[in-house]
């Protein structure tokens, strides 16, 4: 949070963040702070175990995936289900996250 209010504009405040306007938050977050285009997706964060439920990720590559450096594609039948993190072309940017 303290990044996000290090980046917030002048005269923006984090009590502006109400609870109905939680929508336009995330779209503030996207436009004011991340300066994110409105079409990409959000980077979805999977436990090791679970990532070759939802995404098309062979399980001698997980290590690849603990860095976000490559796409895999969502599985079809949970892409409806994970609108926010799937690209239009039915990627995504996973994270794979591993115990230590």
Known sequence: MAEA????PPGYSVIRLERDALVGAVADL???IKQREEFRP???AVVAE????????????LPTFR???V???????????????THVDG???VQVVVPE
Do not use: G
């Open 71 to 85: 796409t895999a594609q969502v599985r079809a039948e949970y892409r409806s289900a994970l609108p926010a993190v």
């Open 42 to 44: 959000f980077a979805p």
């Open 50 to 61: 679970e990532a070759a439920t939802y995404f098309d990720i062979a399980d001698r590559w």
């Open 91 to 93: 990627s995504a940017r």
């Open 5 to 8: 209010v290090q980046k917030l």
């Open 30 to 32: 996207n436009d004011i």
């Open 67 to 69: 860095h976000m450096l």
